[in-house]
């Protein structure tokens, strides 16, 4: 069976006037329906990218080298904008970071819902402010009806993200692309954001791609987790899997970088060393010039994809 | 190191940017124009010759002649002086009275800064051109006194620029070191502060002198300041404005288009300026 | 409505600042404002009584106040060059400047903002670079050899534009009756059609010359807050939200834009009002310009007092307006406190 959106070998360049930047390398994924899929990696490993290439708003700079992004039947790559437009919002929906300013400052909310239901939804205009509001409803906005009236300066930074996620599903979407959807929040609010997320996931059986940097957080809520460097993902599995026996050298070292209720500051430790310069030379494996395990293999092409048992990839030659 | 940065910035303003190269080019023109214009000029710009006047464009006289059978061209050369002179002035006074009141305002702050704010913002609640003219008409009709008049429309620009500017740094640790080793508001300014907010105002400077330009000129062109026969490009236009109808073109197209070019110069070389100085800024 | 008395009394500050400039204009300054006021054949003993009369001869507040007492029963002194009070001048004239300035306004927004938009959307193209080039080069273009030259051009060799003679060519048309003092508006309320006509046809070419130098700012920040807006985070949610392209570059971006947009608009009307006495000279426009720069050639002092008082006031009173739209435009500034 085929996922809910299918991502083969992609490999994407950014095109600047200091070389071309490396952003993806054949980068292969797929979500099932009603799964949450978590994708993590420091910033720059090109987690963003991947995203933003699955819904089409990639810079303009960016180029596909290769690969192909099937979302239901549709080729995202080959489609036309217009295709693609349909898509979007309607199919596939999209929240980001920093939701304050991700809403139009002067336009009221409530308008802003009734912008995407008149776009994609069977929806005539006098039933359209029922349905903003019942979309404000459903993220457990109180008062939905006067927050309809709202504009985003007058909402805090957590009530702005729930009207981020109701203009995401108010087409009740198949896929939730969410880009660090919690960054800027405080703790709590972090909490609340993301179990609206993973409860309207599960309820209406959309597929979530949680793009995070922190695996903690993903650890918490996906039911998958991909793990990202320099643009290549290195390594995908189960959470239960990839939390407790790590494959790929760098997912060993995130984990141990990530605080978790047990840890203590000392028990932390740093990445050693940087993200590579992805506008040079790079060796087959990204990460071997950080990694303590390198070998002589890890400068073979191709980089090999090594199954470590059901539903866990990895790729490095001597994974642990 | 910053040096190479400069380096770099300045090889893309003249570089990359061959208006900016055409700018310093027309500047060399005009600025000659200003310092030798009675030399350059062919013929005297104030001798009259009945038997030629109103004369098209033709090899004596490349610019043609106007209804007194005055040559346009060596008139056009010698009123360099005047125009860029006036226009210079008046920048340089704003600067120098801006940059004190801006920064008066902005390191001292409190009442110093609301009196200077609240001058500035009655000065703008004008339209600009109009006080200019009423500030001519109170003080005399004179040269000077259009100077001075480009001079005080354009004194909020410089003024807020300044105060802005030096409102930044007062907190900034060098200055506020400076302060806390006991030396006083002037030196302060002067030693620590001025020097880094000058080349800012200096791309407002020369962004400034086209329209410091085109005010003198505008002023002249209603009959303020110059007087005929004194040549200037804003009067020489008027003066030729009366022969549109009969056709004779060249007596204000060429005072005019020397206008035209002197502006254009200016903001391109305020842009050639800022792109060297702020290339981030680049729009 | 409390933000419209708000700002409204915000514009106190400028017109106290505007009664006190215009005031130490003829009152405090060197030269002898009895003299201007006596006109240019007078001798010592006019000069006095003038001065006694008008009050010169007591001290600064005295006249200060005696000013405010005038102003405030329209008593702006009497022109010399008409015999009739400044104000009486002034208001017939004021509908000609008004109308001017307005079609000049209208002309240069709708060419500079659908530029700006355009240059905009198409960042670094060639179309980009010709708006830019287009605009440096307008800016660079003094308001009144601009109108010069287009007279030359459309009227003396083209011959398509009317003769420069002011507001209507009284020989072939009979003005309007006055409603409004704007000819077009007149024209129109007493169904004159062909009066209507040549007026605006009058009008083309002073309010081109005129609104020429206003794209420059209006184009170039409308690109840049277009530019700032279709980069901004919420345009990136409207694409994702897959709205129509039209959807997203007007209610999104532009909208957005159109504060900053409205930010210049002050800017620009300095220049427009302004400059209107450029272009009524050129034009042999009967407006408050021409009559200022007759007053100011004639040392005609009370109605170049009044004529730039009037003009500063019609200022404050535009960016009070401009001031109101950009309120309207965006909901953060209602609700400043």
Redesign the interface.
Known sequence: MTGQLQIDRLSLVFRTRHGAVRALEDVSLSIERGEILGVVGESGSGKSVLAYAV?G?QDPAAEVLGGRILFGGLDMLAASEQA???????EL??I?Q?PR???????KVGRQIE??LR??ANVSSGELRRHAINALARVRIPDPERRYHA?P??LSGGMCQRV?IA??LACSPFLLIADEPTTGLDVTTQAVIMDLIRDLSRSARMSTLLITHDLGLAGEYCDRIAVMHAGHVVEVASVEKLLDHPAHPYTQQLLGATPTPQSTIEGLTAIPGQLPDLRHDLPACRFSARCARRVAACEERPLPWVSIGPDHLVRCQVPL | MRAAALARNVGHAFGENRLTLAAVAILIVLLTCAGFGHALAPYDPLTTDGAAKLLPPNAAHPFGTDALGRDILSRVIVAARLDIGMAISAVLLSFAAGLALGAAAGYFGGWTDRIIGRLMDTIMAFPLFVLAMGIVAALGNSVLNIILATMIINLPFYCRFARGEVNVRRELGYVEAARMGGNRAVPVLIRHIIPNILPPMMVQASLNMGWAILNAAGLSFIGLGVRPPTPEWGIMVSEGASYIISGEWWTFVFPGAALVLAVFCFNLLGDGLRDLLDPRRRI | MSFVWRRLLGTVPSLIGVVVVTFLLSHALPGDPAAYFAGPAANATSIAQIRAKLGLDRSLPVQFLQYIVDLVHGNLGNSLTTGQPVLTDLIQRLPASIELTFFALAFAVVIAIPMGVWAATRPDSLADHFCRATVSVAAAFPTFFVGLLLVYVFYFLLGVAPEPVGRLNEILYTPPARVTGMYTVDSLISGDWQTFLASLAQLVLPAISLGLFALAPIARITRASMLQALG???T?????????RS?ILV??AF??AL?PVSNVLGMVFSFLLGSNVLIEQVYGWQGIGAYAVTAVLASDYAAVQGFVLMMAVLYVLLNLLVDLLGTM????VR?ES
């Open positions: 819904i708003l693609r437009a349909d898509v979007r919002g309607r929906a999209m980001f920093s300013t991700a809403l139009n400052p002067i336009r912008d995407i776009q994609h504009y300066f007058e981020m203009m995401a | 901004s985070d919420f990136r949610t409207a694409r994702a939200g897959g709205l129509p959807k209610t999104y909208r957005n504060l435009i965006d909901p953060r609700f």
